[in-house]
């Protein structure tokens, strides 16, 4: 089993910032690739971005050079900094992690979860 927590979530003004964090705890954090995924007030859940166990990244397009996935795995923590926050970017963030080498954009291939972080960004 993994256990996610995540963090850093809150309310912030259009073309603001904020850094989304993702503790993980249970397994060997290393061994798994990470992924953010979000879901908007009566929208499905998406993909936002991923990065593998050796560091690949992966974007969904409406984030793409506003958005940053990283991971520190001596910390068990991957990290999303958002730049450049937009209206639209307003979802619950989840953490989710995946066993082995994919790190795409299928939340099929995500074994475990967090709860997940609230982000408003107001017009």
């Known amino acids: 089993q993994v256990q996610l927590v995540e963090s850093g979530g809150g309310l912030v003004q259009a073309g603001g910032s904020l850094r989304l964090s993702c503790v993980a705890s249970?397994?060997?954090?290393?061994?798994?690739?990470m992924g953010w995924f979000r879901q908007a007030p009566g929208k499905e859940r998406e993909f936002v971005a991923s990065?593998?166990?050796?560091?690949?990244?992966n974007y969904a397009e409406s984030v793409k050079g506003r958005f940053t996935i990283s991971r520190d795995n001596a910390k068990n923590t991957v990290y999303m900094q958002m730049n450049s926050l937009k209206p639209e970017d307003t979802a619950v963030y989840y953490c989710?992690?995946?066993?082995?080498?994919?790190?795409?954009?299928?939340?099929?291939?995500?074994?475990?979860w967090g709860q997940g972080t609230q982000v408003t960004v107001s017009s």
């Open positions: 989710a992690a995946s066993p082995g080498s994919y790190y795409g954009s299928s939340q099929n291939q995500y074994n475990y």
């Open positions: 249970g397994r060997t954090f290393s061994n798994y690739a």
């Open positions: 990065i593998s166990w050796s560091g690949r990244t």
